[in-house]
């Protein structure tokens, strides 16, 4: 399908075109000059763009705009990316950045027109009967950039506060109480981790309801899913609870693998018995097994218990991911 067609606003300092193998630096080098505008705490180094730069290859030509400018500074970006992999619905991602002197002159509403024109293009050329979702994720932006998504249909869909723990502190022993047992994940035992899940959470907003072949095709099937390290907590034969464990290298000039709990939950029957801490206690304790020094999970900003508990076991808040969503029509 041909590219679309949107005219910039003209500015006679700009030239714009798609991005290049070349450009890491210069896109590391924007993100550096938006942070203190935009309040940056998650700042991408060279290499992880120059990484996507390279496997984006040659749909940079259709999937990237950038301008720059009369120095050969890059004073915006926009590059939209397809996730096909989940079975209830096709995501396209939104992301983009104005330098702060080239604000206000209307390329940031520019772009996200050219963005969701483009996303709506890969979807069609999808062909599938999935639901469609624009979805702009981002851990830092201004107050007008959040004004701006919102002029142009996208809604808050939820936002998320990433907490770490130093590994290399002690972690409190786990007294599992008369009755009790782990056991670890299994493709016997995952209609029971699933079980537990869907009690666990069913209460909280926006709850999916999806099947266990979606939730496990999510939660389970991606790289760096460990097995071995993900928890459910059985009182005799019946679940109470479950914790879901990866291991992710984070890149940078001193590779840190970290461990990361992307999910975990108690049933409500089971709650205030200090489970919950005895789950993340011996997910910790196995991670300090396989010699991680950082252990990472994310907390709905609204989970108010749960951030109480991280807290409690030494997690501490570092940075805030929050989703703005539309629907493709």
Known sequence: ?????????????????????????????????????????????????????????????????????????????????????????????????VFPQHRGRGLGSFLVQWMEARAL??????????PGVLRIDFYDRSDDALALFEQH?????FAEDEMRRDLRHPVPPVDLPDGYTFASWSQERASLFFQTYHDAFKERPRFPHWSEE?????????????????????????????????????????????????????????????????????????FQVEGLRRAVLDVNVDNHQARRLYERLGFETWRRRTSYQKAAV
């Open 1 to 97: 399908m041909a590219r679309n067609t949107l005219v910039p606003p003209g500015d006679p300092e700009l030239a714009w075109r798609p991005l290049c193998q070349e450009d890491g630096p210069a896109l590391h080098q924007l993100e550096l000059d938006c942070a203190p505008t935009d309040g940056g705490t998650s700042l991408t180094t060279v290499e992880e763009y120059e990484r996507k730069l390279d496997q984006t290859g040659e749909d940079l030509v259709k999937d990237t705009l950038c301008a720059v400018d009369s120095s050969g500074q890059l004073a915006a970006f926009a590059w939209v990316t397809l996730d096909a992999s989940l079975k209830h619905e096709c995501r396209a991602f939104l992301d983009g950045r």
């Open 153 to 157: 249909g996208f809604r808050l869909a």
């Open 214 to 286: 979606t939730w496990r095709r999510n939660f389970t099937g991606g790289e760096g899913f460990r097995p071995d390290l993900s928890l459910l907590l059985l009182e005799g034969a019946e679940p109470v609870g479950f914790a879901l464990c990866y291991m992710q290298t984070e890149a940078g000039p001193e590779p840190t693998t970290e461990g990361w709990i992307v999910q975990m939950g108690v049933r409500p029957a089971w709650r205030s018995r200090g489970l919950g801490g005895l789950l993340l206690g011996e997910a910790l304790r196995r």
């Open 121 to 130: 293009q890969k979807l069609s050329e999808l062909g599938e009967d999935r």
